[in-house]
């Protein structure tokens, strides 16, 4: 017991306060970025999303990721986004004003291990949802009814391999902004 309240002791000093750890996203130098970087850009745009901008409508937060074209530091950022999304897009490339910009994050390897986590949890998840499924079918009253583990186990051998491929082809972001 003494270990583990000196434990805490231990932890709780070394935390900051919330207010400490929180930095604004104007108080923060500019990230140094090169062109032909990889990047991602949260901004915050007036209108809903599927009818475009309306002066009725509240703002909402919008990323664009991308190939960086133009970077000058407290003006504007210039963004070509890549991938299917281009496909669909009306302007495939964005300027972003730096007032705007509340979030801007880069590459930072696959993400293979939270695919395969998330590979699990969905087995999990319809594990569970088989046996709810079973209990309103009334498998209680035949006492019948199925493990939810062994339903995650035998699913899991589907899914995990799933999650793992689709972590990989995904990418985890760093905040850098």
Request: with cysteine; hydrophobic share 45%; glycine share 12%.
């Amino acid at each position: 017991m003494r270990w583990l309240v000196s434990c805490g002791v231990v932890v709780a000093a070394g935390i900051e306060s919330a207010a400490a750890q929180r930095r604004l996203p104007w108080t923060a130098p500019p990230p140094a970025l090169a062109l032909g970087e990889r990047v991602r850009v949260s901004t915050w745009e007036p209108g809903f999303p599927a009818f475009g901008s309306s002066p009725f409508a509240g703002t909402r937060e919008v990323r664009l990721a991308g190939t960086l074209i133009a970077y000058s530091p407290l003006d504007s950022v210039r963004v070509a986004r890549t991938g299917a999304v281009t496909l669909f897009s009306t302007t495939p490339e964005r300027t972003v004003y730096w007032s705007t910009v509340s979030q801007i994050d880069v590459p930072n390897g696959r993400n293979t291990l939270a695919g395969a986590a998330g590979g699990l949890g969905g087995a999990f998840g319809l594990a569970l949802l088989g046996a709810l499924g079973e209990r309103v079918l009334g498998c209680q009253y035949e006492h019948n009814c199925g493990s939810v583990w062994k339903a995650t186990a035998r699913l899991a051998l589907y899914t995990v391999p799933v999650g793992t491929v689709f972590g990989f082809f995904s990418t985890r972001w760093r905040r850098v902004y």
